[in-house]
């Protein structure tokens, strides 16, 4: 058996579901690998998984796009590549309480963001608001990662980025009506996020590892597509809820992300991670150099999917 770990980016939740599923089904075993999943949460989030990717000390990471930017244009850093998409639309969006009286983008002029501390994360969030018609000038606040959905639902922050399939559901389902602004209505072409990467090292090395790896996980969405109900309670164990009704809201909700419109799950387009770096660039968040050599390199591939 061939062992290989998985890094989180979350702790486990509906975007996950299908290498627990494959897990759970035996996907990876019948494919002879043995599959560790590691959740951020047994460092509390000290190491990013990219961090962990890039050092080798797990196989696949779950990151977002601007993680592979960014290791394609650090020196002295492996140049980690995107090898699947884990969804295949953005699902994410900046929300706010509805009775905070935040209604537009513009009105978080001044106000507080709970933010990941990503590297473009708070650059976006200003040219939302500027975009609006704000002066782009939030307050930034950086608590501890997984701490951060709290701080909204407690009043510390006035905004934050969440994942409408699981903190959307989670607010619905407490009576907490929300304010959605998503990215694409701001002309934003966010890309792939998250995305599995891998290190060029690994992919090098267990070609036929990573194919396999990528198949049992393939499969794995594909049934969770189709199942949302049954993934969801095959989930619910490797969760930190015990809420299985919310679980299978969120699943249904998030299923028909995973896959393409002829069922295929990770692939993506040259043309969605162009589009991102041509935004960076011209928000002068990355530089005519660091686009020179995103030009050159290979940020991802869809060599080794099904």
């Known amino acids: 058996m061939e062992k290989l770990t998985l890094a989180l980016d979350w702790t486990p939740n509906t975007i996950h579901t299908g290498f627990y599923v494959a897990l759970e089904k035996g996907f990876y075993a019948d494919l002879q690998l043995e599959v560790h999943i590691r959740s951020p949460k047994v460092d509390h989030y000290k190491a990013t998984p990219a961090q962990l990717l890039a050092n080798q000390e797990v196989d696949f990471a779950i990151a977002p796009s601007e993680s592979v930017i960014s290791y394609q244009t650090l020196a002295n850093k492996p140049n980690l590549m995107a090898i699947a998409a884990i969804l295949q639309e953005d699902t994410s969006a900046i929300v706010t309480l509805k009775d905070s009286g935040i209604h537009q983008m513009k009105d978080l002029d001044g106000k507080t963001y709970a933010s990941y501390d990503a590297r473009f994360e708070d650059t976006i969030i200003s040219q939302m608001i ?154 002068e968040l990355i530089s005519v150099d660091d686009i020179t050599v995103l030009n050159k390199h290979t940020l991802f591939t869809n060599d080794y999917l099904v």
Not at 160 to 178: C, H, Q, S, Y
Not at 208 to 222: D, I, W
Not at 223 to 247: I, V
């Open 130 to 283: 500027k975009k609006d018609g704000g002066e782009g000038r939030h307050v930034k606040i950086t608590p501890a990662k997984l701490g951060i959905w709290e701080t909204l639902l407690k009043g510390e922050a006035d905004a934050t980025w969440v994942f409408m399939p699981w903190e959307g559901i989670e607010a619905k389902r407490k009576g907490v009506d929300l304010n959605t602004f998503l990215l694409q209505d701001y002309d934003i072409p966010y890309g792939y996020s998250p995305a599995l990467l891998s290190h060029p090292e690994i992919v090098k090395e267990k070609e036929k590892v990573v194919a396999n790896f990528l198949k049992a996980t393939a499969k794995g969405f594909q049934w969770a597509a189709r199942h949302p109900t049954k993934s969801a309670e095959l989930l619910l164990p490797h969760t930190e809820t015990d809420d299985l009704d919310f679980l299978i809201e969120s699943q249904t909700y998030i299923a028909p992300y995973y896959l393409t419109a002829d069922n295929r799950w990770g692939p993506m387009e040259k043309n969605r991670w162009t589009s991102f770096i041509h935004w960076l660039g011209q928000n």
